[in-house]
């Protein structure tokens, strides 16, 4: 089990020290009759541009020039445009570019009515159709989508419940810190998305990666046969702590906004997709655990006593550089 541990970390670490990748953004606004405000982001990694252009429709026509801001992890340009008077019901909007990345365009129209809608563009597809109003199975989709790709996206979310995995024994009470995580971050989640609670975001991603350092440090402590809170009652640190996580899953589901005309879909079918990637990882995790203590008892290796630490010390390291690292962003 030690040796999957060790695997499943160097699987994850590679990307431990970069940003999470999330999608580009487009929005358009229709501010008077065939006029939109446009608003146009990607996402800024290592320095670097995603290599994505927008391409809209022939015959648009730029009401005055773009300007690009530098936001701390993507360009955000902001235009208006003359669309004519069918604005941009039935033409194509391209992103010359994306089929060569492997992130999405997230897409939201709203509409001078009051009708909004939002959808994924995939990179298999690297254009999209404006119709006059999608399904909501579409709008289901984009959202279920969006939540996969965040939660495994999120490295700091996945070592968190890495971390609960490895402190937890036993399957009953793993079941059970796993649904208090569940149930804690989808309440905060609802709740900010909502606008019932408001918490600046730079605090809420540092206390995130503390949670992952008080997890770890319990790890050690239960190893030397000192079980803290954490050890003895798993299910209350992951409901205290998913509390925290919610509001950081938040924080990325504001970026990108939801339809007004669908919010509590696009939230549910958020939360589910957060929810799937989460079980996936946690499948892959209990697979790759597993598959190592079989190899270990077929070789008959046993590991030098301090090996067994390894991977606390690394979980507990990674989200302390992490915790600087944002804390230097306040």
């Keep these: 089990m030690r040796l999957a541990l060790l695997l499943l970390l160097a699987l994850i670490l590679p990307s ?17 009759p ?11 990694l290592a320095g670097m541009r995603l290599p994505v252009a927008l391409k809209l429709p022939d015959g648009v026509r730029n009401l005055e020039e773009p300007g690009v801001h530098e936001l701390p992890d993507s360009l955000l340009e902001r235009r208006s445009v003359d ?7 039935g033409r194509r909007i391209e992103f010359p570019g994306l089929q060569f990345t492997i992130t999405d365009v997230l897409v939201r129209v709203q509409l001078l009515d009051g009708r909004s809608w939002s959808t994924l563009v995939r990179p298999s597809q690297p254009w999209l159709e404006i119709a006059a109003s999608p399904s909501g199975w579409e709008v289901a989709g984009a ?15 996945l070592l968190f419940v890495l971390a609960l995995l490895l402190l937890v024994q036993g399957w009953k009470l793993l079941v059970g810190t796993i649904t208090a995580f569940t149930v804690a971050h989808s309440i905060t989640l609802a709740a900010a998305t909502l606008g019932y609670v408001s918490v600046p975001g730079p605090p809420v991603e540092a206390c995130i990666t503390l949670s992952i350092v ?15 809170l954490a050890q003895r009652s798993p299910w209350l640190i992951a409901f205290v702590f998913g509390l925290l996580h919610g509001l950081g899953f938040a924080g990325a589901l504001h ?4 339809p007004q005309n669908a919010i509590p879909l696009a939230l549910a079918f958020f939360n589910v997709g957060v929810e799937l990637g989460q079980l996936a990882f946690i499948a892959v995790a209990l697979a790759a655990f597993a598959g190592g203590a079989w190899l270990l008892g077929r070789l008959r ?15 507990g390291s990674i989200a302390a550089f992490w915790t600087l690292q944002r804390i230097a962003t306040f």
């Design 83 to 89: 669309a004519g008077s069918a604005g941009f019901a």
């Design 143 to 157: 959202y279920l989508r969006l939540g996969v790709e965040h939660i495994l996206g999120g490295v700091d979310h």
């Design 34 to 44: 065939g006029k939109f405000s446009v608003q146009w982001r990607t996402p800024v």
């Design 214 to 228: 008080f997890v770890a440090a319990e790890i050690l402590r239960a190893r030397r046969g000192e079980p803290g």
């Design 255 to 258: 970026e990108v906004g939801l």
């Design 301 to 315: 290796w046993s590991w030098p006593a301090g090996v067994a630490s390894l991977p606390a010390y690394a979980i």
């Design 16 to 32: 431990a020290w970069a940003h999470e990748v999330r999608p580009a953004y487009l929005e358009l606004k229709e501010t008077a």
